[in-house]
């Protein structure tokens, strides 16, 4: 909806440890150390050595997302289009997608900060 602002630095994502995925009808949200969310809305993928799997639907990522539990991030890259891309230490990718130019794609939260894409 939004994209991300070209000046934005988004370092502080590589590192914390992924805590706990709560998953909801319409809505994932991925819970990191250092009161670091990422509450997806949109169209987002997952990808493994296994797997590639594009969602729309928050529950059918479930089996996905939860693999991802006690992982770190160790890349993030990201394009002023809002798409980005998280890679973990286990070689997986998150791929998050501006993918409505209506509504919220997904929310970077870090503490009292926010970001709506």
Not at 21 to 34: D, K, P, Q, T, W
Not at 62 to 89: K, P, R, Y
Not at 94 to 114: F, K, M, N, Q, W
């Amino acid at each position: 909806m939004y994209g991300l602002p070209p000046q934005i630095e988004l370092a502080f994502l590589v590192g914390p440890r992924l805590e706990q995925v709560a998953i909801g009808e319409n809505e994932i949200i991925f819970r990191f150390e250092s009161a670091i969310s990422l509450n997806v809305q949109g169209v987002f993928e997952i990808r493994s050595a296994m797997s590639e799997s594009s969602f729309t639907s928050p529950p059918e990522a479930a089996q996905q997302a939860v693999a991802l539990l006690g992982h770190t991030i160790t890349e993030e890259t990201h394009a002023s289009s809002g798409d980005m891309w998280l890679i973990f230490d286990n070689g997986a990718k998150l791929v998050l997608h501006d993918s409505s130019a209506e509504y919220e794609s997904y929310e970077i939260r870090r503490g009292d900060d926010l970001w709506v894409v």
